[in-house]
């Protein structure tokens, strides 16, 4: 099978750290600069894309369904692609960020008030929103418990999202503010 070899490595590293070396076999030409830096480009957004699948079948169960047309499926994976790329944008934002500004973690406004009531403390930090998200799933947020895991991030999603479904039917029926 033709194929291009592109090697990629770190010239300069710290003290101590073992500099990254990748060689990359693509499919597509790598003639140039720039063909090798899309190969390169598409293999370090593979890591994403790989999170992003784990998120829709552990998190989500999208392999436990148990739908009986290619329509009811592509229609159920449609909508639990939106809830995956919200839990990856809050997980990714929380490691790699996770001292940016709590809007910032992809929540709505109405969200983030809910979660931040039910918690019982403020929500500053998206890691903060994380961490109150997770609690919601079921982690106990010790400190050897490390970051929570997909499917913890899910089920505090869907407590979440039905806590705010729950106040805004109430606002609709104009009961309370």
């Known amino acids: 099978m033709p194929c ?3 090697r990629v490595w770190e010239v300069a590293t710290p003290m101590g750290v073992e500099p990254l070396e990748w060689i990359l076999l693509c499919d597509a030409p790598a003639d140039s600069w720039a063909q090798a830096l899309a190969c390169v480009q598409q293999y370090a957004s593979r890591w994403l894309i790989e999170e992003y699948h784990k ?3 552990s998190g989500l169960g999208a392999e436990r369904l148990q739908l009986e047309t290619a329509a009811g499926l592509m229609a159920a994976i449609a909508l639990m692609s939106v809830v995956a790329v919200r839990l990856l944008v809050l997980r990714e934002g929380a490691r790699r960020q996770p001292l940016a500004p709590a809007p910032e973690a992809g929540l709505e406004a109405l969200e983030l008030e809910v979660l931040q009531g039910k918690g019982g403390r ?3 930090t998206v890691g903060a929103v994380a961490l109150a ?3 919601l799933g ?3 947020n010790r400190r050897q418990d490390g970051l929570p895991g997909w499917q ?3 089920r505090g999603m869907t407590t979440l999202l039905t806590l705010v479904e729950g106040v ?3 606002r609709h029926l104009g009961q309370f503010g």
């Open 168 to 170: 805004r039917l109430s």
């Open 4 to 6: 291009a070899v592109v």
């Open 133 to 135: 998200l997770a609690r």
């Open 138 to 140: 079921g982690h106990l």
């Open 122 to 124: 403020p929500l500053a």
């Open 152 to 154: 913890t991030l899910w």
């Open 55 to 57: 998120a829709l079948k």
